[in-house]
């Protein structure tokens, strides 16, 4: 299976930039998608294809990478992007999700 | 809007089936693909498997031998089985439309494996 390796957690002020990252073991090409999640509710998807922003996601989000390495970046982060961050990748079955990095705004 | 919501109980006893309903409302399941995913306690999430608009199925690896997914398109409902189960099954599940992404989700239903 495709291990995506995240950091687990990190903390940041609000305003600041911030890059969320995503390591593959093996190449998903640009198959990688992004997902925010808060507590008690569902996934919600914000980058798909590594740098796509999906419908209704604020600009502030924004994806890249391809092969091995992907980021997610948020700038200027806000008190309420606090979530947990999961990238997936579909280029390799089984479909496969990162850890989640959780993210803190001071 | 595309809407889906799981149901189904909340308990289930070691060595037992899980079985749990998605409905979906705003989109009909005979277009797209669709899945279920499950969250750890703890935070890994698991892809479990999903049905095809034909009603063909894919199932991770790791759990073919204990799922089966199946759907009712005269209900517009889709459907998880999984069988013998165990404490390392308790999470929460989530069902959601496959499109290259999982861009629609069921708020989640959380199920505990105990005696």
């Known amino acids: 299976d495709t291990v995506l390796t995240q950091s687990p957690a990190l903390a940041v002020s609000p305003g600041e930039r911030v890059t969320i990252s995503c390591r593959a073991s093996e190449s998903v090409s640009t198959r990688m998608h992004w997902y925010q999640q808060k507590p008690g509710q569902q996934p919600k998807l914000l980058i798909y294809?590594?740098?796509n922003l999906e419908s209704g996601v604020p600009a502030r989000f924004s994806g890249s990478g391809s092969g091995t390495d992907f980021t997610l970046t948020i700038d200027p982060v806000e008190a309420n992007d606090t979530a947990t961050y999961f990238c997936?990748?579909?280029?390799?079955?089984?479909?496969?999700f990162g850890s989640g990095t959780k993210l803190e705004i001071k | 809007e595309v809407q889906l919501q799981e149901s189904g109980p909340g308990l289930v006893k070691p060595s037992q089936s899980l079985s749990l309903t998605c409905s979906v409302t705003?989109?009909?399941?005979?277009?797209?693909?669709w899945g279920w995913i499950r969250k750890f306690p703890g935070n890994k999430m698991e892809w479990m498997g999903y049905i095809s608009y034909s009603g063909s199925t894919s199932y991770n690896p790791s759990l073919k031998s204990r799922i089966s997914i199946t759907r009712d398109t005269s209900k517009n409902q889709f459907f998880l089985q999984l069988n013998s189960v165990t404490t390392e099954d308790t999470a929460t599940y989530y069902c959601?439309?496959?499109?290259?992404?999982?861009?629609?989700w069921g708020q989640g239903v959380m199920v505990t494996v105990s005696s």
């Open positions: 705003g989109y009909s399941i005979t277009s797209n693909y």
């Open positions: 294809g590594a740098s």
């Open positions: 959601a439309r496959y499109e290259g992404t999982f861009d629609y």
């Open positions: 997936q990748q579909s280029w390799n079955d089984p479909l496969t």
